[in-house]
Nanobody, 126 residues
Framework: QVQLVESGGGLVQAGGSLRLSCAAS????????MGWYRQAPGKQRELVAA???????KYVDSVKGRFTISRDNAKNTVYLQMNSLKPEDTAVYHC????????????????????WGQGTQVTVSS
């Protein structure tokens, strides 16, 4: 069983930055892939970024060059550094664990695992 606790959300002006953290319980953190998803009002949940257990990363096109996902296995924590935030980044951001991270000739893919955090609200004002 894995429990995930997100933090770091808040209200920021467009162009600003936030860093989200997701602290995971359990001793198997270093062996699992992790992902960040977001869900805006009236929209479906979408993958924002993912990181494999080896540190390979994947980003949705809309955040490439602005967001960075990283992990600290010693702290059982995954981070999402968000820079140059835009109003369209406003959403509830959820951490996901134990997903499937795959890479082929066409790119990288992350399929959500069974563990979800409760979410943290990110609001970007214009």
């Amino acid at each position: 069983q894995v429990q995930l606790v997100e933090s770091g959300g808040g209200l920021v002006q467009a162009g600003g930055s936030l860093r989200l953290s997701c602290a995971a319980s359990g001793s198997t953190f270093s062996s699992v892939a992790m992902g960040w998803y977001r869900q805006a009002p009236g929209k479906q949940r979408e993958l924002v970024a993912a990181i494999s257990r080896g540190g390979s990363t994947k980003y949705v096109d809309s955040v490439k060059g602005r967001f960075t996902i990283s992990r600290d296995n010693a702290k059982n924590t995954v981070y999402l550094q968000m820079n140059s935030l835009k109003p369209e980044d406003t959403a509830v951001y959820h951490c996901n664990a134990d997903g499937s991270f795959r890479t082929d000739a066409l790119g990288s893919y992350y399929y959500a695992g069974r563990y979800w955090g409760q979410g943290t609200q990110v609001t970007v004002s214009s």
